[in-house]
Each structure stands twice: as structure tokens, then as C-alpha cells.
């Protein structure tokens, strides 16, 4: 063969080979080198390619063997992360930074939004907050969340056992060491007994949950953050109670409960509105949860002064607000459906529901009442925090 005809055939395969690569698409982990995130803001990560496994490193400590890793971090600093695909046909190492920095905007540390505002029936329902005829579900969540957002503190009823609600803050709340947020309720010490916390506990069991699909909507799955009672041998977990609309407002509500048991929630001559929500349609309320023992004991024996005592901790209006460390919660003492302690980075959403069915003379059903919420890794000089 000719020179110039080899060197034609070697240039058009040449040509050939460059149009076909042409052809190949170049294939993208999906993951930037840099990313800018505010402090206490989550910032997703999903690779395009998949594998065996998956490492995720921040600054060389593994934090995951998930394929898709959500970051997060209160302090501002630039960190590295690197992400080793591991498998043996198609093995990739990737690295990219992250800067954290402080908020155009500065946080709240108070609650920005609620969610949900869903009470069992009770003496102060209708009333706190307001109910006024036609209002809907949102009018109510609505009013209960201009009554403890920010630094409103206007208290707001749960009803008896089961009735909750659910806010959130205007960022996630860091899991740090120690307390993470406080809970403000209204609960007093008697004076008889000085030695013995005890008086008005109405205690509310906090649940919490992590927006791991960032969709700003509490539909991820909840914890209970376990208190001082959770392994008492008298407390009953997946318990469920059903309070049924009365025929006529001046009658007591009936309920009855997953145990087989079945009672009254009593009107009383000191409130004489409707107990039970009037901007629900449903004949019945269904809540469910774990219960704790009843606190409340008749001192006087013949139902004339009831005395509420306080559990050890872990509970909304279980203690009086001055005591900053009994109102307050630490994420780490989350455990899932099954009790197992789960870790969290941190939390989006809160729930609390009141979690005592019982009723005290004429002091009425015990219902768990709030007025507002802190994170408190952010600090504040508002003196009302005290």
C-alpha cells in the first residue's frame, strides 16, 4: 500500500474515531465543587451515578454511608467534603466545598410558624384561642400561631390527652450538647408541701422530626423525646383514646380507649361553652400516643383540692417556668416507635400533646397548656426568657 493512501485511512479513521467520541454524553456526578449555605440550613446531596456503597467525609470524618447526604451545620466555616462511590465496575472520588455563613436575615429564636393546632376536647377549648362561628381549621391554626409565635406569649389549650400541635422555627434547630429548646407552659407550685414538686403539672410529651426530604412539611417520621417516666412500668405506650361529639353542647364528652376502657370528659359550672372543637366536622376524635400514669391526687378526700405533681423531667407544663432547665429539651433523648434512641442532627418541626387522661373534681380534665418555644442555640435579650 502507497504512503499517502496509509496515511489517508489512518487520518479518516482518526475522524471517525473523534466524531464518535463526540457522540458520547459526559456523564455529571450532579454534585457542584462549591456550594454557599446559611448557618442551620440544610443543603441536599444526591449523586447522579450509584454504586456498591458510599462514604460522605466532612473534613475527613465519615458522617455517612447513605447515597444521598443531607448537610448541616450551625458554625461558619468552609468545610471539605468528599464523596468516594465504591464499586468495582465504576469507582468515583469526588471532593467540593462548602461555606457556611451567617444569615442575610437574622434568625428567630422563637417559633415562626405553626402547623398544625388539633385539641382533644376540653374546658378552655373554643376559647384558647378564640373560636368565633366560621371559623375553619386554618382560621384556628392561624390563631394559634399569632398566639405563640415570636414573643406573643398567649397561651394556647391542648384539651385533654391526645390534643397537640405542631410548629416549627424559621431554621433547623442544631442537635447540640446539652438542651437544644425550651417550652413555656403554666404550671405553679401548691405551698403545703414545699419539699415536693407539686400543683397544677399538666405534663405535654414532646415529639419532634427532621425535614429529611426538605419539603418544609412535617411529613417525616416523628420521635418522642423520652422523659423521666417513659420506662415507668405504669406508663402505656400505643395507647389511643376516641372522644365522641355530644348531642347537645351541655352534656359531658364520652370516650373510650384502645385498653377497653371507657368514661366522661364533665362539663363544668365555670365554663359553659362547647368543649368540644367546634370547627371540626367529625363526629369523633381519634389521638393516640404513649400515656403517662395520672399525677393528680385528692388531698383533701373529698375532691375539694386536687394536687398535680410533677414528674422528674422531660415534659411541658410539667414545671414552673423559672426553673429554665426543667422546661427544656435535649434531641438526643429521641427514641422511634420501638423505644430504640435514634441521633438526629436536628429538628424541624416539634409536636406536643397532652399526656394524662384524667379529671380532678372540679378542677376539671387535666389539658396541657403552651404559650411559646425557644431554640436555644441562638441567644436572646429579651427579658421575658428568663
Same mark, same amino acid.
Given at each position: 500500500?502507497?504512503?499517502?493512501?496509509?496515511?489517508?485511512?489512518?487520518?479518516?479513521?482518526?475522524?471517525?474515531?473523534?466524531?464518535?467520541? @463526540?457522540?458520547?454524553?459526559?456523564?455529571?456526578?450532579?454534585?457542584?465543587?462549591?456550594?454557599?449555605?446559611?448557618?442551620?440550613? #440544610?443543603? +441536599?446531596?444526591?449523586?447522579?451515578?450509584? =454504586?456498591?456503597?458510599? %462514604?460522605?467525609?466532612?473534613?475527613?470524618?465519615?458522617?455517612?454511608?447513605?447515597?444521598?447526604?443531607?448537610?448541616?451545620?450551625?458554625?461558619?466555616?468552609?468545610?471539605?467534603?468528599?464523596?468516594?462511590?465504591?464499586?468495582?465496575?465504576?469507582?468515583?472520588?469526588?471532593?467540593?466545598?462548602?461555606?457556611?455563613?451567617?444569615?442575610?436575615?437574622?434568625? @428567630?429564636?422563637?417559633?415562626?410558624?405553626?402547623?398544625?393546632?388539633?385539641?382533644?376536647?376540653?374546658?378552655?377549648?373554643?376559647?384558647?384561642?378564640?373560636?368565633?362561628?366560621?371559623?375553619?381549621?386554618?382560621?384556628?391554626?392561624?390563631?394559634?400561631? %399569632?398566639?405563640?409565635?415570636?414573643?406573643?406569649?398567649?397561651?394556647?389549650?391542648?384539651?385533654?390527652?391526645?390534643?397537640?400541635?405542631?410548629?416549627?422555627?424559621?431554621?433547623?434547630?442544631?442537635?447540640?450538647?446539652?438542651?437544644?429548646?425550651?417550652?413555656?407552659? /403554666?404550671?405553679?407550685?401548691?405551698?403545703?408541701?414545699?419539699?415536693?414538686?407539686?400543683?397544677?403539672?399538666?405534663?405535654?410529651?414532646?415529639?419532634?422530626?427532621?425535614?429529611? /426530604?426538605?419539603?418544609?412539611?412535617?411529613?417525616?417520621?416523628?420521635?418522642?423525646?423520652?422523659?423521666?417516666?417513659?420506662?415507668?412500668?405504669?406508663?402505656?405506650?400505643?395507647?389511643?383514646?376516641?372522644?365522641?361529639?355530644?348531642?347537645?353542647?351541655?352534656?359531658?364528652?364520652?370516650?373510650?380507649?384502645?385498653?377497653?376502657?371507657?368514661?366522661?370528659?364533665? #362539663?363544668?359550672?365555670?365554663? #359553659?361553652?362547647?368543649?368540644?372543637?367546634?370547627?371540626?366536622?367529625?363526629?369523633?376524635?381519634?389521638?393516640?400516643?404513649?400515656?403517662? +400514669?395520672?399525677?393528680?391526687?385528692?388531698?383533701?378526700?373529698?375532691?375539694?383540692?386536687?394536687?398535680?405533681?410533677?414528674?422528674?423531667? =422531660?415534659?411541658?407544663?410539667?414545671?414552673?417556668? %423559672?426553673?429554665?432547665?426543667? &422546661?427544656?429539651?435535649?434531641?438526643?433523648?429521641?427514641?422511634?416507635?420501638?423505644?430504640?434512641?435514634?441521633?438526629?442532627?436536628?429538628?424541624?418541626?416539634?409536636?406536643?400533646?397532652?399526656?394524662?387522661?384524667?379529671?380532678?373534681?372540679?378542677?376539671?380534665?387535666?389539658?396541657? %397548656?403552651?404559650?411559646?418555644?425557644?431554640?436555644?442555640?441562638?441567644?436572646? &435579650?429579651?427579658?421575658?426568657?428568663?
Amino acid at each position: 500500500m502507497q504512503a499517502r493512501q496509509l496515511d489517508f485511512i489512518i487520518c479518516a479513521a482518526a475522524l471517525c474515531l473523534a466524531a464518535s467520541c @463526540s457522540e458520547i454524553p459526559t456523564v455529571s456526578l450532579g454534585i457542584d465543587d462549591y456550594y454557599r449555605v446559611c448557618r442551620m440550613q #440544610k443543603l +441536599p446531596l444526591s449523586p447522579a451515578l450509584s =454504586g456498591e456503597r458510599y %462514604e460522605w467525609r466532612v473534613d475527613g470524618s465519615l458522617v455517612s454511608t447513605d447515597r444521598e447526604y443531607i448537610f448541616l451545620s450551625a458554625d461558619e466555616e468552609l468545610y471539605t467534603i468528599t464523596l468516594d462511590i465504591i464499586d468495582e465496575l465504576t469507582p468515583y472520588h469526588h471532593q467540593f466545598t462548602v461555606s457556611v455563613q451567617h444569615e442575610e436575615v437574622e434568625y @428567630s429564636p422563637y417559633i415562626s410558624r405553626v402547623y398544625e393546632y388539633c385539641p382533644a376536647p376540653g374546658q378552655f377549648v373554643n376559647t384558647m384561642p378564640q373560636y368565633e362561628p366560621g371559623d375553619t381549621s386554618d382560621d384556628m391554626v392561624r390563631k394559634a400561631e %399569632e398566639s405563640i409565635s415570636g414573643t406573643n406569649d398567649i397561651m394556647i389549650t391542648l384539651g385533654g390527652y391526645g390534643g397537640y400541635v405542631t410548629f416549627g422555627f424559621d431554621h433547623t434547630v442544631i442537635n447540640r450538647d446539652g438542651y437544644d429548646f425550651r417550652v413555656w407552659g /403554666n404550671c405553679f407550685y401548691e405551698l403545703t408541701e414545699p419539699d415536693v414538686a407539686g400543683g397544677s403539672a399538666e405534663p405535654g410529651i414532646v415529639m419532634v422530626s427532621y425535614d429529611a /426530604n426538605c419539603n418544609g412539611v412535617p411529613d417525616d417520621e416523628w420521635y418522642e423525646l423520652a422523659g423521666s417516666e417513659y420506662d415507668n412500668s405504669l406508663t402505656v405506650h400505643d395507647y389511643a383514646i376516641t372522644y365522641r361529639r355530644p348531642s347537645d353542647d351541655s352534656l359531658d364528652i364520652s370516650w373510650t380507649d384502645s385498653r377497653g376502657s371507657e368514661g366522661v370528659l364533665p #362539663k363544668n359550672m365555670y365554663h #359553659k361553652q362547647p368543649y368540644y372543637p367546634q370547627w371540626v366536622a367529625a363526629e369523633a376524635l381519634t389521638f393516640s400516643g404513649s400515656l403517662l +400514669p395520672p399525677n393528680g391526687i385528692d388531698k383533701s378526700g373529698s375532691g375539694t383540692y386536687y394536687v398535680l405533681y410533677s414528674y422528674a423531667w =422531660g415534659y411541658v407544663d410539667n414545671h414552673p417556668n %423559672e426553673y429554665a432547665d426543667l &422546661n427544656s429539651f435535649d434531641i438526643d433523648n429521641a427514641v422511634d416507635a420501638s423505644g430504640r434512641k435514634v441521633r438526629l442532627p436536628g429538628i424541624d418541626f416539634v409536636r406536643v400533646y397532652t399526656a394524662v387522661n384524667q379529671v380532678c373534681g372540679w378542677i376539671g380534665e387535666t389539658s396541657t %397548656e403552651l404559650s411559646r418555644a425557644q431554640d436555644l442555640n441562638l441567644q436572646t &435579650n429579651d427579658i421575658k426568657n428568663q
